[in-house]
Nanobody
Framework: QVQLVESGGGLVQAGGSLRLSCAVA????????LGWYRQAPGKQREFVAI???????NYADSVKGRFTISRDNAKNTAYLQMNSLKPEDTAVYYC?????????WGQGTRVTVSS
């Protein structure tokens, strides 16, 4: 089976930084896209960032210039470096891995940004 193990969430002050990690465990032949999504209280899950196997990236407008997604293919791990955090970034952050023929989700890691 394929499992995603997330870490790095926590409480941080506005303006601070945090780095999330997502390790994809299991027998993996190839991971295509790796992405981060988030769900704030009372809201639907939304796209945050994505990175392809080759390293191309895309970001939601709300995080451009502040967040950076990266990956280590040798470790089957994705990262999300979050800088200049704002209270509106408070959410549960979920990792997503595209492993043919389906997508897999992590359990989420909670990020709380205090004002």
């Amino acid at each position: 089976q394929v499992q995603l193990v997330e870490s790095g969430g926590g409480l941080v002050q506005a303006g601070g930084s945090l780095r999330l990690s997502c390790a994809v465990a299991g027998t993996i032949f190839s991971i295509n896209d790796l992405g981060w999504y988030r769900q704030a209280p009372g809201k639907q899950r939304e796209f945050v960032a994505i990175i392809t196997k080759g390293g191309a990236t895309n970001y939601a407008d709300s995080v451009k210039g502040r967040f950076t997604i990266s990956r280590d293919n040798a470790k089957n791990t994705a990262y999300l470096q979050m800088n200049s955090l704002k209270p509106e970034d408070t959410a549960v952050y979920y990792c997503n891995a595209a492993v043919y023929p389906r997508n897999y989700w992590g359990q989420g890691t909670r990020v709380t940004v205090s004002s």
